[in-house]
């Protein structure tokens, strides 16, 4: 088994609860959203931590989960849909949530699309056009060593 996931921390948190604790400090779009999520998921590996099972799929505007993509997108009312997941009650992710939270609101989600374009974004991409539609997967081992060449 790889040595990698057996030295990280699974808190199994569905990435519903990420969205929902974006969502009530005033992000909306789906895709910030899932820009900040996925920054948060890089800060969680640089502590060890594995936040989540599923896999981000490098689509044309960066990584995304699709869970995420479906239900936000597929929502007429967000409030409500909300309402209805649990709150974030783990410490440690709250903290890193508002680290990236702080670090990134107030940035133009093109930029941010930007910055997700690099490092495991662009190798599960490898071969395609800017345009192509993907599934392709982003490789846990791409990712964590990513986040940990990162400032």
């Known amino acids: 088994m790889n040595k990698l996931i057996i030295n990280l921390k699974s808190l199994n948190i569905e990435p519903i609860i990420l969205a929902k604790f974006f969502y009530e400090r005033g992000i909306v779009s789906h895709l910030f959203v899932q820009k900040l999520i996925y920054f948060s ?26 869970s995420i993509f479906a239900k936000m997108t597929g929502c007429s009312d967000l ?59 982003l490789v846990l081992k791409d990712l964590f060593a990513f986040a940990n060449a990162q400032e």
């Not at 890089?42 to 989960?65: D, R, T, Y």
């Not at 974004?121 to 539609?133: N, P, Q, T």
Request: hydrophobic share 35%; glycine share 4%.
């Open 41 to 66: 998921y890089l800060e969680g590996l640089k502590n060890e931590l594995l936040i989540f099972q599923e896999k981000f799929q490098a689509w044309k505007h960066g990584p995304v989960l699709v």
């Open 79 to 137: 409030d409500t849909m909300f309402d209805e997941v649990p709150n974030l009650q783990q410490k440690e992710v709250i903290t890193m949530l508002e680290k990236i939270c702080q670090k990134y609101r107030d940035c133009d989600v093109w930029d941010l699309v930007d910055k997700s374009h690099e490092g495991p974004w662009a190798k599960a991409r490898v071969g395609l056009s800017e345009e192509d539609i993907s599934t392709n997967e």
